[in-house]
């Protein structure tokens, strides 16, 4: 009974096992389907995500090189060439239209003209230093070159009896030739600045600027920051109710972090107001554009309230009429600064508001000077974003003069061992000189290219100093690199002439060492067509066009194709300016990036200085090449006119250039021009009519001669300040004198509209409390012309501002999909 029970009980529990072996088997062969599937549907959610990730790549990379089209077609547009063509277009008409402007008016300065008509006083220079060696060489007794010849082959060493009476005579002849280009050089010159100066004078008078119309305020509290509460106060300083347009007060902060997130609010509005206007579309802008412009909008707030954003002392008050000028600077030099002015003027709500750090200061300036000051600054002269580093400006600029200091005297020793090294073999060694010195030539094209490198450096470290206006910061450019190549020429002449036993009298001389001399000029002239290729051309390619292909070259490698690995992206990125994403650009970044570059009159006018200081080497040597190095430099002359009238203008943007770089010039030709009384005293000194020591006579005479010319630059008013002068005489002309805001019309910008802080001010936080914005209804005039988007204005994006312009400029080439 138990077995068969126990068989009985286990009889029916068989069914339910055999039941779930069956269940899990086929769970086991579900699981072994599902693994064997599993690598095939990864496989295919893996192609699909790479076709994803392929497919995003594919449009961020066209987003990408619609940018840099975006970037490149307004790179060409703000040529000063293309821009001045496009106005003569479509656009001009709308601006004639929308904002009355005028065509004959110039709103990027004299000082292009200016530069235009010292080419031409070169090559007229050029051609008379040509004629007068030609002259020269044909009058002269010497003919050096036959006599060099017969040298060559003479056994004897020693030419015809009467060859030193003739180099004599070619002494003299050379000493009068010289003498007298001195003088008509020096009139030339003159006759040229005056002429440029009446230039000056008639531009000033037949266009009404920025300047005409300004006062300059200095030492004003830093505290003060409302350009609405400062315009009250001084119009009841100067009596002047309803005369005043309005105040601009440069701001300042002494945090460097301050100054860059100005710069980044401000690079945020630009790209806003283009992608607003139509003009960039939304789809190559920075994302969630909108949310950071709200942000920017508090964080202005707060750097102002907490006092990190404030004055920096300085402020510009402009009047409506220019005469209101004269009578305010004919009365007041400066007026007293009480605090408890400004607070009546801030207003009764200020009172009632949360007192903030600034308000608080207002009790550290209870009284104080305020100077009032004529100005001779435009609003494109300025460097706004400098004033942020102005406390550190003579420290920045002592440092720099250091550095460059170090750089020469490092160029000043390599050149020295250079000449050492190439001419001391021909001082110990009884050799004849070899006519095809190739080692002298390389060492020409060395100097010429250390000679490019100290002058960029130069540049840059004018730039980086910290110079408030930009006239500034080209002529301490300017007077630089003069001064560097002025000593290069005086260690040339050293080193290749008195250390290579020339120039000596002519009596102590011997026919070896006048062969040397010869074939030193020979040389020297040898190096002038490298100097002008190496120095000038290769210059004028590699700082116009150079970076922008570059930086062309590095957007299609980063973004347009995205080859680089994330290393070197990461680095092509620091190269390139501001761009912040690895995979994504936009279109103000590529526009940034493809910028062209400014016209630097500064060093323009270095290479006029160069190229004549090289070739009036020639007039201390015997030779028969002068005749060809000057022909050289009217070539250089000629060809340097060409390029800068037909070429040049259309790769380089617009910038203001004003009549500072002239001036600059008009000191250093000095340099240039007293090289030749120099000689003239060096010949009659080797004739033996003069019985001094040559060197110190010479280098007497070149600063003699200098000071001369400075007096003449003093009597012709170089040196002095341009006087704040009514563009008109008669009353009726001055009557008809127009107002402020016609000038805004014709620049299309104004001291507003080029200061940033404010700019920032106006769009952000125009009526926040103790740092009110101007506004007409309050009092002041427009601060933007009409037709015109309150936004920040850039040189060469003038129509770019105009409200309808872009619905009326058609679709554009660059857009690769939809907008916003």
Request: glycine content about 6%; proline content about 4%; overall charge negative.
């Amino acid at each position: 009974v138990g077995l068969h029970g126990w068989i009985s009980c286990e009889t029916p529990l068989a069914e339910p096992l055999v039941a779930k072996e069956g269940v899990c088997s086929r769970r086991q062969r579900h699981n072994e389907e599902r693994v064997e599937a599993q690598p095939q549907e990864r496989m295919r959610l893996s192609v699909a995500a790479r076709l994803d990730d392929e497919l995003a790549r594919f449009e961020l990379t066209k987003l990408n090189r619609s940018a840099i089209r975006y970037g490149a077609h307004w790179a060409k547009r703000t040529s000063i060439k293309q821009l001045d063509s496009e106005r003569r277009r479509v656009e001009v008409e709308q601006l004639k239209r929308e904002a009355a402007i005028k065509l004959k008016h110039s709103n990027i300065g004299v000082g292009l003209q200016l530069f235009s008509d010292t080419q031409l006083f070169i090559i007229a220079i050029a051609m008379v230093m040509y004629l007068s060696v030609f002259f020269l060489e044909r009058a002269s007794p010497l003919i050096l070159h036959q006599w060099a010849e017969r040298m060559k082959y003479s056994c004897a060493g020693s030419p015809e009896v009467a060859w030193k009476d003739s180099l004599v005579a070619y002494g003299n002849l050379k000493a009068s030739v010289c003498c007298l280009l001195w003088v008509a050089l020096l009139v030339m010159s003159f006759a040229f600045i005056k002429w440029e100066k009446k230039k000056v004078r008639n531009f000033d008078h037949d266009h009404q600027t920025h300047e005409d119309y300004t006062l300059r305020l200095c030492n004003l509290p830093t505290n003060v920051t409302s350009e609405r509460a400062l315009l009250t106060v001084l119009e009841e300083k100067f009596a002047a109710q309803g005369l005043i347009h309005g105040v601009c007060i440069v701001y300042k902060s002494g945090d460097p972090e301050v100054e860059c997130k100005i710069r980044d609010m401000v690079e945020r509005l630009v790209e806003f107001d283009d992608a607003a206007a139509g003009v960039c579309p939304w789809n190559i802008t920075t994302p969630g554009l909108e949310q950071a412009l709200e942000q920017d909008a508090r964080e202005l707030a707060y750097l102002l309230q907490a006092g990190k954003l404030h004055g920096s002392g300085e402020a510009f008050v402009v009047f409506k009429k220019q005469p209101y000028i004269r009578v305010v600077l004919d009365t007041t030099r400066g007026i007293t600064w009480d605090s408890d002015t400004y607070k009546r003027a801030l207003g009764e709500r200020l009172r009632q508001c949360r007192v903030t750090r600034a308000v608080t200061q207002l009790e550290e300036f209870h009284y104080q000077l305020v100077r009032v000051e004529a100005t001779n600054d435009e609003p494109p002269d300025i460097c706004w974003y400098n004033y942020f580093r102005a406390d550190k400006f003579a420290h920045n600029l002592c440092f720099a003069c250091l550095r460059m200091a170090l750089l020469f005297l490092a160029f000043t020793l390599l050149t020295t061992e250079f000449h050492v090294l190439i001419f001391q073999p021909y001082t110990d060694a009884d050799l004849q000189p070899n006519e095809e010195d190739t080692a002298i030539i390389v060492s020409g094209l060395f100097v010429a290219g250390l000679n490019f490198v100290i002058q960029m450096a130069g540049f840059m470290e004018a730039r980086h100093a910290g110079f408030i206006r930009c006239s500034g910061m080209e002529k301490v450019n300017f007077y630089f690199n003069t001064v560097c190549i002025t000593l290069m020429t005086w260690q040339q002449l050293f080193y290749t002439c008195f250390l290579g036993g020339f120039p000596r009298p002519l009596d102590d001389i011997d026919p070896h060492t006048l062969l040397k001399e010869r074939q030193e000029a020979k040389n020297l002239t040898g190096m002038m067509p490298a100097l002008i290729i190496l120095q000038w051309f290769m210059g004028e390619v590699l700082n116009s066009l150079g970076p922008v292909l570059f930086n062309w070259v590095l957007l299609h490698v980063t973004f347009g194709f995205q080859w680089l690995p994330p290393a070197l992206g990461n680095l092509s990125r620091s190269i390139l300016p501001r761009s912040r994403s690895s995979t994504r650009l936009t279109g103000r970044e590529a526009e940034l990036a493809l910028r062209l570059p400014d016209l630097q009159l500064s060093m323009e006018y270095t290479f006029l200085i160069v190229f004549p200081m090289a070739s009036f080497v020639m007039l201390f040597l015997v030779n028969d090449e002068a005749e060809t190095i000057f022909l050289y430099l009217l070539i250089f002359a000629v060809s340097f006119c060409l390029y800068h009238r037909f070429l040049s203008l259309w790769g380089l943007s617009q910038t203001f250039c004003s009549d500072a770089a002239f001036q600059a010039f008009s000191v250093g030709w000095g340099f240039v021009l007293s090289l030749v009384p120099s000689a003239s005293i060096c010949w009659l000194w080797r004739t033996g009519n003069l019985p001094f020591v040559g060197l110190t006579l010479t280098c007497g005479t070149y600063i003699a001669s200098l000071a001369i010319y400075y007096a003449g630059l003093e009597k012709l008013g170089v040196f002095l300040e341009h006087e704040d002068e009514l563009d008109a005489s008669d009353p009726e002309e001055i009557r008809a004198l127009p107002d402020y805001t016609k000038v805004v019309q014709q620049t299309m910008h104004s001291w507003w509209s080029m200061n940033p802080v404010y700019v920032l001010k106006q769009r952000h936080c125009p009526d926040l409390r103790g740092h009110e914005c101007l506004s007409p209804e309050v009092g002041g005039g427009e601060c933007w012309p009409r037709g015109f988007d309150r936004g920040f204005y850039e040189f060469g994006k003038e129509f770019r501002h105009l409200r309808s312009w872009a619905a009326q400029s058609g679709p554009q080439a660059w857009s690769a999909g939809s907008g916003r």
